[in-house]
């Protein structure tokens, strides 16, 4: 017997859609991707949409933006800066592209309403991202761990023979970078070379006056809510209403987006196709 | 000791399996990947150990052993059914021995016989169904460290609490304690995924050493001074050893990598799609698929369709391995001469693999374990094997450098088990986490022994939940539909376990069905969930 065809059990069709869709409660989570991109999931209870209905009036929350209130924290937790991204509420989760790594963010789902007021309604957990390159610091503490492991003999600028740490380090990042980038394995279609975007800001950097702009795309639409709908060959789930909306990173160059609809009886088909050219340009 | 060598190098396999044991059907298709493992891997390892053991040749080798691996080694059943399954490659061989006389396939049918029944008597007479035996008898003589591993292979940095990074490794050392009789000194978090802290839970269970991506040691804070080529320790005091790219990719790497050589095994090509559907069907799963049955008798041959692929040659094949196997020592000896003049101190190289590489993808990859190991102990002079252990007690001085988050998955973090394929299983794996928090923190003190029983399998299914092997396959595409519903299952299971203990009333028939399904740490301490042991182990 192959778990293809799991005998009587009831449970042998699980499948993602076999989980429910919420907990009822309102809540928030942040996790880390990578240097440069964080997931968040929430969840808006009624009660709390009630209540934000009867704080702000019916046609407020309607009218009001939806948006992800990103801040970036200090080393100190106080907040450094904040961008805000516009989200669909019915999506429940985004990927949250940000231009620095090694710091640490919270995010927190919120609403602005017509009148530019910036209400918060759920905060996520704080998450620190890492970096991306060889560290800046370069002072050097040395431990001495024993065979009783419990004592600790802590011993600072010891000098060893041979090359700085700045040499060493840089060759060997250096040629750790040249290895992955012959070697790393083709990647799907999404976020590519996070590593070479990194790369560039740092040179614009260092000539004091600098410029760094990038592009996303979001892909929405909406279908008949029991279809199953496919972007490329990935199955997407359908918000509750049949909407849908993705956010995805946009390399140069060609991008091909294949979006197709099947019917809940699988009986009728239909497509749409997207493409998209991005041609990046820098000027001096 | 030999003190002429210029450096050390560390030879680390990675053994991991998700826990597959199916009780409730008579044959299950994804307990092959246990089965097959034993045949191409654990067993071929453990017959090279006995063989240079035997002949004097001295080796150092690392293996992690990962706690469901262990379990599924133990395991009554499973030690049963690959018992049966063993016998029928034996038998399959010994029909195919006869039935390829006079064609080219004869002198591989001939290796087959012998392999399977060579595998049968390490397994029955040397090691009397239990493998581990096999693994603790090299340890004992100090030729193998073996490191655990997170419980299930729990991703951690896409944990966010506590309480569960210290339940996986809670549960992983007294797992370790009940099977090899000691605790662990390293381990091998679950996909090298290193979460900036987490080495402090590391420290409290007497772990002195794990693993990290070239990146998670190269980009700490300070800059590295030996880079990877020395380990450092953490700000708790363990020490991180970095993975050293060059040897993982002569090894890896598809274009270049020994694997890829023309007259080594072909993968694809297997008996089970090849020979007559009547005389290969006693040997296929119930349901009469064709699929592999592990005996293939062509090589690489070249980038030509399946159908073209030439037989293969077990004796050409040893000459490569063995070939192979002196370039990849000639390449270290070159890098550690280079690097001992650079660095100046000894360095150490440290070259990790998924252990199911050699063997089960690469078929000849313990052979080149064999002769890598009789070329560095007869043919040279600058490179000394070592274990993490021995280098520390050599070196007990090391920077100390908080290393990056990081993992060895595609691009570095934690892109694989966190894209739009995986995604949605966090909200759920997140809220069964916390429920299981809330019920160690409530029941902490309980003595009724049905709940007990109930706290027991809670744990279980959610620690089973967040293997990394669910969302990986998700991320690959392979089995995604079984990943997916044994993620899905074990989820629903803790949940109908969780509402029971709400409601207060206990279906003890359900309870005791799911401890006969999934009976994975017999002994597990449930209570590691709660809040108060966590922040005992957190500093």
Redesign the interface.
């Known amino acids: 017997m192959s778990s293809g065809k799991l005998g009587n059990d009831n449970e042998r069709d699980a499948n993602s859609n076999s989980l429910p869709d919420g907990y009822g409660n309102t809540e928030a989570v942040l996790l880390p991707r990578d240097p440069f991109w964080m997931f968040t999931y929430w969840e808006i209870s009624y009660n709390t949409v009630d209540r934000l209905i009867k704080e702000i009036g019916i046609d407020n929350f309607q009218k009001s933006r939806k948006v992800i209130r990103v801040y970036k924290l200090t080393d100190n937790g106080n907040i450094e800066d904040f961008f805000d991204v516009p989200i669909v509420l019915e999506a429940k989760n985004w990927y949250i592209n940000v231009n620095e790594c090694g710091k640490t963010y919270e995010c927190e789902v919120g609403l602005i309403t017509p009148d530019g007021r910036y209400i918060g309604i759920v905060k996520t957990n704080k998450v620190m991202l890492p970096k991306s390159s060889v560290s800046d610091v370069v002072d050097e503490k040395w431990m001495s761990v024993n065979q009783e492991f419990e004592k600790l003999l802590e011993i600072s600028g010891v000098e060893y023979i041979g090359k700085g740490s700045l040499d060493i380090a840089k060759s060997l990042a250096q040629r750790w970078e040249m290895l992955r980038a012959v070697f790393s394995r083709v990647t799907s279609f999404g976020v590519s070379s996070l590593s070479s975007q990194a790369i560039q800001k740092e040179e614009f950097k260092e000539k004091g006056f600098w410029l760094v702009a990038d592009c996303e795309l979001v892909v929405y639409g909406a279908t008949v809510n029991d279809a199953k709908l496919y972007i490329g060959d990935r199955l997407i789930k359908l918000n509750p209403d049949g909407t849908f909306a993705l956010r995805y990173a946009l390399p140069d160059g060609d991008t091909n987006i294949p979006i197709k609809a099947i019917s809940g009886d699988g009986s009728m088909e239909k497509g749409v196709s997207i493409k998209v050219i991005r041609e990046t340009k820098k000027y001096e | 000791m030999n003190n002429k060598e210029l450096g050390y190098l560390c030879l680390v396999l990675h053994a991991h399996l998700p826990f597959v044991r199916h009780p ?7 307990e092959d990947w246990f089965f097959e493992a034993m045949c191409e891997t654990y067993i071929p390892l453990l017959d090279i150990y006995e063989r240079l053991t035997k002949e004097g040749i001295d080796f150092r080798i690392t293996m992690s052993l990962t706690p469901p691996l262990c379990n599924m080694m133990t395991d009554p059943l499973l030690q049963e059914r690959f018992k049966n399954y063993l016998y029928k490659r034996i038998e399959l061989s010994e029909k195919e021995v006869i039935r390829t006389k006079n064609t080219p396939f004869y002198k591989a049918a001939l290796m087959y016989e012998q392999r399977f029944k060579r595998i049968r008597e390490l397994y029955e007479d040397f090691y009397n169904g239990n493998v581990l035996n096999g693994f603790k008898k090299f340890q004992d003589m100090g030729k193998l460290e073996i490191i655990t591993c997170c419980a299930t292979h729990g991703f951690l ?2 944990q ?1 609490r506590k309480e569960a990074v210290n339940a996986q490794l809670k549960i992983a050392t007294d797992d370790y304690f009940q099977k090899f009789g000691k605790m662990p000194r390293g381990i091998w978090l679950a996909e090298c995924a290193y979460n ?1 802290g987490d080495d402090y839970f590391l420290k409290s269970y ?1 772990i ?1 050493f794990f693993f990290l991506e ?2 998670g040691i ?12 020395a380990p450092v ?1 953490c700000p708790s ?1 363990v ?1 991180a050893f970095g993975r050293d ?2 040897s993982a ?1 002569q090894v ?2 598809a274009e270049m990598g020994y694997p890829g050589d023309y007259r080594y095994r072909e993968f694809y090509r297997d008996v089970g799609y090849d020979l007559d559907y009547e005389y290969i069907k006693p040997y296929l ?3 009469g ?1 064709r699929r592999n049955v592990g005996i293939k008798y062509h090589r690489i041959t070249g980038r030509v369709p399946l159908s073209e692929k030439q037989p293969y040659d077990p004796d050409d094949a040893r000459e490569i391995a063995a070939i192979h196997a002196g370039n990849f020592m000639f390449n270290r000896e070159r890098q550690i001469e280079y690097l001992y003049g ?4 000894k360095p150490i190289v440290v070259s990790m693999y998924d252990a199911e590489l050699f063997g089960h993808w690469w078929f000849e990859g313990p052979m080149f374990l064999e002769y890598l190991f009789r070329k560095i102990y007869y043919d040279q002079k600058t490179i000394r094997l070592i274990t993490p252990m021995e280098y ?2 050599i070196y ?5 450098v908080q290393p ?3 993992s060895w998955g ?6 694989v088990w ?4 995986n ?6 794996l ?2 069964a986490t916390e429920r299981m928090i809330d019920l160690a923190n409530r029941f902490y003190n309980n003595t009724n022994p049905l709940y007990e029983r109930v706290l027991k399998q809670c744990a279980r299914e959610v620690v089973l939940a967040q293997s990394s092997d669910w969302p990986f396959l998700m991320t690959v595409g392979t089995a995604k ?2 990943s ?2 044994r993620f ?2 074990h ?2 299971r803790f949940t109908r376990l969780w509402e029971m203990i709400n409601a207060g009333n206990i279906d003890e028939g359900y309870l005791s069905d799911l401890e006969w399904r999934d009976n994975i740490f017999p002994n597990i301490d449930w209570r590691s969930f709660s809040t108060i042991d966590t922040e005992k182990k957190a500093k």
């Open positions: 409730e059907y008579p044959d299950f298709l994804e940095p896409l966010i900036p007497g002195r070239t990146h190269l980009y700490g804070t300070p800059r590295p001074r030996y880079g990877v080529y320790y005091s020490a790219m060059e990719h890896w790497s799963h119930s349901d698929v650079f660095l100046g101190r520390l007690s007990p001085d090391n920077q100390v990056i988050m990081s595609d691009k570095g973090y934690n892109e966190l894209n739009g394929s995604d949605w299983i966090y909200r759920h997140h809220k539909t079984y997916t519903r899905v299952w989820i629903q």
